[in-house]
């Protein structure tokens, strides 16, 4: 096993945890420039080929809570190195790929890495200390939203002037930089809570959340009101019933669902799905927009790298909202810069539906909802960590990134369907009209009101997270060796 560090260096611990949560949300973003091409890169149908990025979401959302339930028990710098090895190797066998079936398992390894950010959050938690602590896990926090902002121009620029499979190399590079840099500057937490993992709850939640995305992903193919998409529903809502069942009854359970259901954590965990449904509007709206013809009279006629351009200003913003957001959070409470970034994000939204007619004007909307989203999310980990036990740290935070993914799943299939039946004629072909557009960018201001009025339902007060000290007895619980 490598070395790890003797005493952890704060700056080189958030340095590099930033690092890789920056560099797994790039991965969600990598394949977007391709999107139009993948059927005949992949030399595939048009049905198929989207398997290679829901391939990505049901990985991701099935492997975050598993990977964050074992940090807690066997150690998360080890879960962590094995999420971004996950996505190294997923890399390489992308770029090696020329058909469908290969690229499906090099995004299915890419998704496995979506654990990365829940666990960066924890591991900051467990060695920083507690003057560091907010602003650091702020930017781990909107790491998310940082990379997925700023992945966009650089997957563009990559795609449009070089082969597309070096998009696939630069990820894999990154990984393995990322790597390095945790071998080298991120301690393994000596909080642990060892115990036995349960297999039996990994495999319902599993089942469960595959049937529930997938439906979602894949309705808009399948048909909303088919026989694949409504029994897939009904099998989500049987399996995820029972596993609810069995985890309450389960001595070490996958998921603690007492925990889960004590306010904070419960209304947290809505609101950052209903954040998630937020977010992702407008990274469905801006970019078509922009792409569209001018002939329609409300597309912009840009390329996809002016989307990228357009859009990487809200990852900066994120990024210079992350100490605001910890200063807010410390001095009024993460409640309150909760529903501060859920007011900046209906603001922008609001703003979408009347301003939509200049690049420059996308630029405002997209850094304003940014700055929301970055408020927000820097405060979410504090809300949930305040509210859990030490031991419990990563599982938490890994069942609110995976609550989040489903909100983005649920916008990108509202959003489908309100562009899919809101359109106009053009060249002979149905393409969205800008009353689709606006009824999209309405749909997500009712969303962000809706975060404020859950968040204020938080308790009024809740204490500062606080470096824990060592746990003696609970730190060693190391199988692996």
Not at 247 to 255: D, H, N, S, W, Y
Request: net charge positive.
């Amino acid at each position: 096993m490598s070395a790890v560090p003797a005493a952890p260096r704060p700056n080189a611990v958030v340095a590099a945890l930033a690092c890789a949560g920056i560099t797994v949300s790039l991965m969600q973003t990598l394949i977007i420039p391709l999107v139009p091409q993948l059927p005949a890169l992949l030399h595939a149908t048009p049905s198929d080929a989207t398997w290679a990025i829901t391939a990505t979401l049901l990985a991701g959302a099935i492997a975050t809570p598993m990977i964050g339930r074992l940090g807690d028990m066997y150690g998360k710098r080890r879960m962590l190195l094995l999420s971004l090895s996950m996505l190294v190797i997923g890399s390489v066998i992308g770029a090696l790929s020329d058909s469908l079936t290969p690229m499906i398992v090099a995004r299915t390894l890419q998704g496995l890495s979506a654990g990365v950010i829940p666990l960066g959050i924890s591991i900051m938690r467990d060695e920083l200390p507690s003057d560091r602590l907010g602003t650091s896990i702020a930017l781990m926090s909107a790491s998310l939203g940082i990379g997925s902002a700023l992945g966009l121009p650089a997957a563009a620029l990559i795609a449009e002037y070089t082969n597309w499979h070096v998009l696939f190399w630069t990820a894999a590079v990154a990984g393995a930089l990322v790597l390095v840099l945790v071998v080298s500057l991120v301690p393994e937490s000596s909080v642990r809570s060892g115990g036995r993992f349960d297999a039996l709850g990994a495999v319902g939640l599993s089942v469960g959340l595959f049937c529930l995305l997938l439906a979602i992903s894949k309705g808009a193919d399948w048909g909303w009101g088919s026989g694949l998409t409504d029994g897939l529903f009904a099998a989500a809502v049987l399996v995820l019933v029972l596993w609810g069942w069995y985890e309450l009854r389960a001595k070490q359970p996958l998921v603690d669902l007492r925990t889960t259901a004590r306010r904070q954590v419960l209304l947290t965990n809505i609101a950052s799905a209903v954040f998630g449904f937020a977010m992702f509007a407008m990274s469905l709206v801006l970019p078509q927009l922009l792409q569209l013809p001018k002939a329609t009279g409300y597309g912009l006629g840009r390329s996809m790298l002016a989307v990228g351009l357009v859009l990487a200003p809200s990852g900066l913003v994120m990024m210079a909202t992350a100490p605001l957001s910890a200063k807010i959070s410390r001095t009024r409470g993460p409640k309150v810069t909760l529903m501060l970034g859920a007011v900046i994000v209906a603001l922008g939204y609001g703003l979408g539906i009347v301003m939509m007619s200049a690049v420059w004007q996308l630029v405002v909307i997209a850094a304003v909802i940014g700055a929301g989203i970055g408020l927000a999310y820097g405060a979410m980990p504090g809300l949930i960590m305040a509210a859990v036990p030490v031991s419990e740290t990563a599982a938490a935070n890994s069942l609110n990134t995976l609550m989040r993914s489903i909100g983005t799943s649920v916008s990108s299939a509202v959003a489908g369907l309100v562009l899919a039946q809101v359109t106009i004629s053009f060249g002979g072909f149905q393409v969205p009209s800008q009353n689709g557009f606006r009824l999209i960018l309405a749909i997500g201001c009712g969303a962000s009101l809706l975060a404020l009025v859950i968040a204020a339902f938080l308790p009024k007060h809740t204490p500062p997270v606080v470096q824990p000290a060592a746990v003696p007895g609970a730190l060693e619980a190391d199988p692996v060796g």
